[in-house]
C-alpha cells in the first residue's frame, strides 16, 4: 500500500521559513506528478507547487517567489520550501502524488501537515 507521509509543519512567526517534507512508501520514480497542496477551513484545497517525474516545477503564480518544490529521488522524498512566511499562509498542507508505470491511475494524500504563522 503506498503512503505519504507529511512532516515539518510548525507554528512560525511571521517572515520566518519551514521546509515541508513528504515521505514515499514507493519509490517517486512511480510518480509522474508530485504536488504540494493547501487548504484552509470552509475552502477548497489548493495547488500551490507541483514537479513532474522529469524535475519540471511549477507554482501558482503568486507564490513563485516564496515557495520552493524539490525532490530527493534517493530518499524517496520531495519538499516545499517556504521562505517569508505571512499569516494568510497558515493552513493545512497536503502531499499529493499521481502514480505512473504499475500505478497508473491512482493518486495518494498525505494525512496533511499544519502551518500557522502568527506572532
Known amino acids: 500500500q503506498v503512503q505519504l507521509v507529511e512532516s515539518g509543519g510548525d507554528l512560525v512567526q511571521p517572515g520566518g521559513s519551514l521546509r515541508l517534507s513528504c515521505a514515499a512508501s514507493?519509490?517517486?520514480?512511480?510518480?509522474?506528478?508530485m504536488g504540494w497542496y493547501r487548504q484552509v477551513p470552509g475552502k477548497e484545497r489548493d495547488l500551490v507547487a507541483s514537479?513532474?517525474?522529469?524535475?519540471?516545477?511549477d507554482y501558482v503564480d503568486s507564490m513563485k517567489d516564496r515557495f520552493t518544490i524539490t525532490r530527493d529521488i534517493s530518499k524517496n522524498t520531495w519538499y516545499l520550501q517556504i521562505d517569508s512566511l505571512k499569516p494568510e499562509d497558515t493552513a493545512v498542507y497536503y502531499c499529493?502524488?499521481?502514480?505512473?508505470?504499475?500505478?497508473?491511475?491512482?493518486?495518494?494524500w498525505g494525512q496533511g501537515t499544519q502551518v500557522t504563522v502568527s506572532s
Open positions: 514537479i513532474t517525474d522529469s524535475g519540471r516545477t
Open positions: 499529493h502524488a499521481r502514480g505512473s508505470g504499475y500505478l497508473r491511475g491512482r493518486e495518494y
Open positions: 514507493v519509490r517517486i520514480s512511480s510518480f509522474y506528478f
